[in-house]
């Protein structure tokens, strides 16, 4: 593999255009020089490697933070392997967790679903009357397991649209 411009490199890596400026903003690649006589920056191989590293960092769960923190590893010759091990155990017990929320989530889900009468007005909806007053619910199940997990808030919307930041941002991982 030969040195490639942004495009060319983020095609070979599988990310956009954006995904690898982000990176360079955050810290976790290096921006290439720009050459002498020539526009276009070039990336080496070895950033692609580094770039595809990212990526697959990301998609089992990693964030930003935590893949720097390999990064550093990786790039200490006494760094011990069970460092990462660590990190990669934590990020299952995570995982895990996570996992257990969303069961409890989708149990609580069902059980409203389940008493809905799923038509007529809106005074007579199981769902909203339990969301409003879950201490006289007629949905036990959800009395019995005590409150929800906490679940981080949707990002705020505008006009019925995700903001053009976010969305911006968003396409960009």
């Known amino acids: 593999m030969r040195d490639l411009t942004i495009a060319k490199a983020a095609r070979e890596a599988g990310v956009g255009v954006e995904t690898i400026r982000f990176y360079e903003r955050r810290g976790l690649i290096d921006q290439p020089m720009k050459p002498q006589g020539s526009g276009f920056r070039v990336y080496s191989p070895e950033q692609i490697k580094r770039i595809k590293f990212i990526r697959q960092a990301q998609q089992i769960g990693f964030s930003l933070h935590e893949i720097q923190e390999l990064l550093s590893l990786r790039a200490d ?24 929320q969303l069961h409890h989530i989708g149990t609580a889900l069902e059980a ?39 679940v981080p808030p949707k990002r705020k919307r505008q006009n019925g649209s995700i903001a053009a930041n976010n969305h911006k941002q968003r396409r960009a991982l």
């Open 77 to 100: 010759p006494a760094a011990d392997c069970s460092v990462v091990r660590s990190q990669a155990v934590a990020k299952l017990e995570d995982v895990n967790r996570k996992i257990d």
């Open 112 to 150: 409203l679903i389940a008493v809905c009468p799923g038509r007529g007005g809106l005074h007579v909806c199981t769902i909203l009357d339990t969301l409003i007053d879950p201490a006289h619910s007629r949905v036990p199940s959800l009395a019995a397991d005590g409150p929800l997990p906490a």
